[in-house]
């Protein structure tokens, strides 16, 4: 999994590309790159997931430990891009309805700025 | 005709319902009209037989039965020519003018001694056409049932006409110069039985749908093939295992009476000889005595007997007295023989053999024997009719003749030196006789082994006459349809409209259960312009393929995601607000009911259930009751249970008690009993236990039963069933049904319909075979003469007597009373 960092209208973006799962955990996970961001006060977030190619439940839970964590701090945190078979996994488990999710990413960043 | 009203206490002795008089008086007197004058001639053809031929040439009459195949296949031609009336009207008339044709040939003073035997022959086929006619006629008139009851008023008629018959030869053999002018009485007496016959088929015409059994039109119209012959006859009973037993029931039985007959007979000439008798005469007047006892037999036991202890204890009476009379005989010939009073025991061992025979064979073993062909189809029973009771009945007299000729061999009795001495001293007991005796009884062994095949048969037969196999239609629905799934396919599709989420459960939930198949999916794809963008869950997007969506990898990561601390965390606090109302309505209660039942029973979310269970709305409960049957948390068990009460959830909450299976039938045990449950929630509770269907819940709803029950009487009985038809090895305790028989049979009131019965029947069925006390059941519920009959015969066959006597009362009035028996022809 390989995590490239930028921002945009005082977004943090995250692309990620590759695979999210257990067995490949790096030094450095997206739920700590996200805290990173947030001890830095950049409580906007958006995670890029169109070059995601597989994500377990391990990595749903990296998203949603982000989420809890920049929630629990008054930020947002949000997702676009996300593949068919991931959407249906968070329908099934009603994730849906906590997370916003957004099928591009200007959607999403047009999202954060009405806020 | 008008209705003929019999004395009141005529009718009640002899069982006869209102409407059944006339049909009862008649058949009475034709069957009076037909024996009297049998007995006359069958006492002149004895004693000119003994006195002009011999006892030692007896086999040779015996033998010479075999002449009646001939008539009996001539009988069977003519019945598929003729109609009935014509045969019976046809076989009286003849009978008529051989009486006068032999009174001419036997008068004579030096008649040929040829004519003594042809008149042998001719008295066997009389008997065997006349008695087989009457009992073809009962058969048709009356079912089972019917028969069973009335048999002892139209038996009676036969013996008192045997009676009346021999008691005029004894005496008028006394005065009449020549004794076979008795002949013309006889054939006065057939004259007054043509009358009566004309009587009894005068205008009858077979009602629709009814077989022509009696009329003008010749019997059975749709299946009488063009020609049916002696051996269409013979091959219908060899097709029948049924028939074949009674064949060989009647085979046996005649080889023995022969046997006997020719034994009594025997000692009868030996005494005769001795002190110069009129044996015509002796034989009237013992024919008349033994046909008495026949008749208080007939009157006072028959019915009686065969109601209370059925066909098959009948049939074993005659043979088990004769077995053990024969043992005495044999003992006695051995002993006496030596004795001074050897002649008066030989006389009374004659007697008494020949008279056990005679009341018995036309008493209880005659209306036994009768009553088995009644569940033989008509068509097939006429066919077994003439074969077995006109020719294998006279060929096994034949055959008895045969197998006496072989023990005379045996024995070195010379027929020879038999025809050219005297007969022997009545003190002189020969080899013969003692050997004939032994083989009377190996004889009679064997037909006790038929008699008890034959009835076990009888049974299997009655129970091919009665309604098909009977099943539930609740339990069918159980057990044959996937109502789970097709509940759950609904669900998915009014979810469309109303959530992508809980459509999306619906799918999911579809796919674990590997119902999502391509026709399920074509179905739950929703038009292109019903749902926004991104509504449609990817797992339809391909309809018809098994795509990636629905692999076990892709299960077991939802599973993973939904046992994930932040997700349970995350979710509890969307849930908590949901609760609370602060948005997402019901729609969002739905959803979460339904997801929590994806997770594991002891996740943090799962505890929050019982809030779901108690949500007013109906949709909610809904799904937190299936959740709740998935999770099978005992903590959510009185929830559902209150839930019972309610009519709109009862069935969900009713489904999702049935998952917990029989860990919860204590706990339901408990509201069962509590009397302060409404009938709402117990009733219910009643049926839950049916569901759950174990021996367990089988206890809980009896002990309840056996307390009262409350209001709740009726559903638990049905309960109690619903746990017999889906698991028949449950053994109920028989003693607290039966029990609860006899409080169901006390309450029952006046029956007048079927329904009425029902619990009863439900309760039968927990102790005796259920699908035969349900199939009476069904045979009671369609109503027909035949089919109560029918119904009633069964569980005549299956019932405890005390408990029979204390239903059939009341079956007996579910019989259509509009059809009195005569219409039926």
């Known amino acids: 999994m390989v995590i490239e960092k930028r921002e945009k209208n005082n977004v943090v973006i995250f692309d990620i590309e590759g695979e999210i799962r257990r067995s490949d955990i ?72 906590v997370l916003d999710i957004f099928d591009e990413e200007d959607l999403a960043l047009r999202s954060f700025l009405k806020e | 005709m008008a209705e003929r009203r019999l004395p009141k206490f005529l009718a009640a002795a002899f069982k006869i319902k209102p409407g059944e008089a006339r049909l009862a008086l008649l058949l009475f007197a034709y069957f ?68 006068l044709v032999f009174w001419g040939l036997l008068r004579a003073d030096h008649h040929w001694k040829g004519w003594v035997f042809l008149y042998w022959m001719w008295a066997n086929v009389l008997v065997v056409a006349l008695t087989t006619q009457f009992w073809i006629l009962v058969n048709d008139l009356f079912n089972p049932r019917e028969a069973k009851r009335l048999i002892g008023f139209f038996g009676s008629g036969g013996i008192l006409g045997g009676v009346a018959g021999g008691l005029l030869t004894g005496f008028a053999a006394g005065w009449l110069k020549d004794a076979h002018d008795l002949l013309l009485v006889s054939a006065v007496l057939l004259v007054a039985a043509f009358l009566v016959v ?78 110069a008798w009129n044996l015509t005469s ?124 072989l023990v005379f061999a045996f024995t070195g009795l010379s027929l020879t030196k038999a025809a050219a001495a005297s007969l022997t001293p009545i003190t002189e007991i020969s080899p013969a006789q003692i050997a004939a005796g032994i083989v009377a009884m190996a004889f009679i062994a064997l037909w006790i082994g038929f008699n008890v095949l034959l009835g076990r048969a009888y049974v299997r037969e009655v129970r091919l006459q009665v309604a098909k196999k009977w099943e539930r239609p609740d339990v069918i629905v159980s057990e044959r349809m996937d109502v789970e799934t097709a509940k759950l396919i609904v669900d998915a599709l009014e979810s469309r409209s109303q959530s992508p989420t809980l459509f999306a459960l619906h799918l999911y939930d579809l796919a674990r259960r590997k119902k999502l198949t391509p026709e399920v999916k074509s179905l739950l794809l929703p038009p292109p312009v019903e749902l926004p963008p991104g509504a449609v869950p990817a797992v339809l997007e391909s309809p018809g393929a098994d795509d990636a969506a629905l692999s076990p990898e892709m299960d077991q990561e939802i599973r ?38 994806l997770m594991d029973r002891g996740s943090p979310l799962a505890g929050r259930l019982e809030e779901f269970l108690e949500d007013a709305s109906p949709e909610v409960f809904q799904f937190a009751a299936q959740s709740a049957g998935r999770l099978k948390d005992r903590a959510f068990v009185p929830a559902l249970v209150r839930r019972l009460a309610d009519p709109l959830s009862r069935g969900d909450a009713r489904a999702a008690l049935e998952k917990y299976g029989e860990s919860i039938v204590g706990t339901l045990s408990d509201f069962l009993a509590d009397r302060s449950e409404g ?34 009487g009726a559903e638990i009985i049905d309960s109690l069933d619903r746990i017999r038809s889906r698991n028949p090895a449950i053994d109920f305790p028989e003693d607290s049904v039966k ?61 405890d007597p005390d408990l029979k006597s204390r239903l059939f009362p009341k079956l007996e009035s579910l019989a259509p009373r509009g059809a009195a028996p005569e219409s039926r022809t």
Request: charged fraction near 20%; proline fraction near 3%; glycine fraction near 10%.
């Open chain 1, 26 to 97: 790096t030094d450095v996970t997206l739920h700590q790159l996200v805290k990173d961001e947030l001890e830095l006060g950049r409580k906007q977030i958006l995670l890029n997931f169109e070059k995601v190619d597989f994500i377990d439940s391990f990595g749903v839970g990296e998203i949603l430990a982000s989420y809890i964590s920049t929630h629990n701090l008054g930020g947002k945190l949000k997702l676009a891009r996300i593949s068919k078979k991931l959407f249906l996994i968070f329908q099934v488990t009603m994730l849906t309805k």
């Open chain 2, 679 to 712: 009938p709402g929630v117990r009733g219910p509770v009643a049926s839950l236990l049916a569901g759950i269907g174990t021996a367990e819940a089988a206890e809980v709803l009896l002990d309840e039963l056996s307390r009262g029950a409350g209001d709740l």
């Open chain 2, 32 to 99: 009076f009209l037909i024996t009297a004058p049998y007995n006359i001639i069958k006492s002149l053809r004895d004693a000119s037989y003994l006195e002009d031929i011999g006892p030692d040439f007896l086999p040779f009459a015996y033998a010479s039965v075999i002449v009646v195949g001939l008539a009996v296949s001539l009988q069977a031609r003519l019945q598929t020519r003729l109609s009935r009336r014509a045969l019976l009207l046809g076989t009286l008339a003849v009978s008529v003018m051989a009486n």
């Open chain 2, 198 to 275: 004309r009587r009894l088929v005068a205008g009858r015409r077979p009602a629709a749908g009814e077989d022509a059994a009696v009329g003008d039109e010749p019997a059975s119209p749709h299946a009488a093939p063009a020609k049916v012959g002696f051996w269409d006859c013979a091959r219908s009973v060899r097709q029948s295992r049924y028939l074949l037993l009674i064949a060989a029931v009647v085979l046996t039985t005649g080889i023995v009476s022969t046997l006997i007959d020719w034994q009594s007979k025997k000692l009868i000439a030996q005494a005769s000889e001795s002190a």
């Open chain 2, 560 to 597: 993973e995601v939904l046992a994930l601390p932040s997700y349970q965390k995350l979710m509890g606090e969307y849930a908590e607000g949901v609760l609370e109302g602060r948005g997402g309505g019901d729609t969002a209660k739905m959803e979460l009911a339904k997801a929590i039942g």
């Open chain 2, 739 to 799: 029990a609860r028989l006899g409080d169901a049979l006390d309450a029952l009131g006046p029956v007048r319909a079927a329904a009425d019965v029902l619990p009863v029947f439900r309760l039968l069925g927990l102790v005796y075979d259920h699908e035969d006390v349900f199939r009476a059941y069904q045979s009671l519920l369609k109503g027909t003469r035949d089919s109560v009959g029918y119904a009633v015969e069964l569980l005549d066959q299956t019932l």
């Open chain 2, 282 to 405: 002796f034989f009237g007047f013992a024919n008349s005595a033994f046909l008495v006892l026949a008749f208080l037999l007939q009157l006072v036991l028959t019915s009686r007997f065969i109601e209370r202890f059925g066909i098959r204890i009948g049939l074993m009476i005659y043979p088990l007295a004769l077995l053990l009379l024969s043992l005495g005989a044999v003992l006695m010939q051995g002993f006496a023989a030596e004795t001074l009073t050897a002649g008066t025991a030989g006389l009374g061992v004659a007697i008494g053999l020949k008279g056990s025979d005679k009341a018995l064979s036309y008493s209880i073993s005659q209306s036994a024997r009768e009553l088995l062909y009644i569940p033989v189809v008509p068509e097939l029973k006429y066919r077994a009719k003439i074969f077995i009771d006109m020719f294998l009945n006279r060929f096994s007299k034949a055959l008895g003749g045969l197998v006496l000729i």
